[in-house]
């Protein structure tokens, strides 16, 4: 009978309960050798017999996991430092535009201060036409010789 149900179940054409007959059978002690193919077939198939696991299998699977965990942590120390990276240059670059923009603002104040302060005050420091013209030749003279003397010293320098 064993025989027949194995020949229709190879042939697919049992029946769930016929199946159910051939895997209680195929569980129990009673298989004869000639069929233990069969019966390897059944216990992977069905689940018959407990699977056991290679030896230290345990010890493998936890190195593995710990090394994982080690491949993770560098990879989140390296994204912190990417991200500690980018805040910092983004902090920096706001406090770069901060300052510049506090001193355009500053130096547009101390230049209307300066405007404003001196818009009155200012004035001619010679009545006399003559001697404001006279004045202004001499500083322009003194001006001239120290030029001349300083092109003077620099071509003599050169060979």
């Not at 019966?39 to 198939?45: A, G, N």
């Not at 300066?114 to 010679?126: C, E, F, I, N, R």
Request: hydrophobic share 40%.
């Amino acid at each position: 009978m064993i025989h027949q149900l194995l020949e229709k179940y190879y042939a697919g054409e049992t029946t769930e309960h016929e199946e159910a007959v051939l895997i209680d059978w195929f569980a129990s002690e009673r298989v004869p050798d000639g069929l233990r193919a069969d019966r390897l077939l059944f216990e992977q198939v069905y689940g018959l017999s407990p699977l056991v696991a290679p030896g230290r299998i345990e010890e493998r699977m936890a190195r593995r996991i710990d090394g994982w965990n080690g491949v993770e942590r560098s990879v989140l120390r390296r994204t912190r430092g990417a991200t500690l990276r980018w805040t910092a240059g983004i902090a920096a670059s706001v406090l770069l535009l901060c300052t510049v923009g506090l001193a355009l603002h500053h130096r547009g104040e101390s230049v209307g201060d300066a405007q404003t302060a001196t818009s009155g005050v200012l004035k001619d420091t010679y009545d006399n036409p003559e001697q404001a013209y006279a004045m202004t030749e001499a500083a322009l003279m003194e001006f001239s010789r120290h030029l001349n003397k300083g092109l003077k010293t620099m071509s003599n320098d050169k060979p």
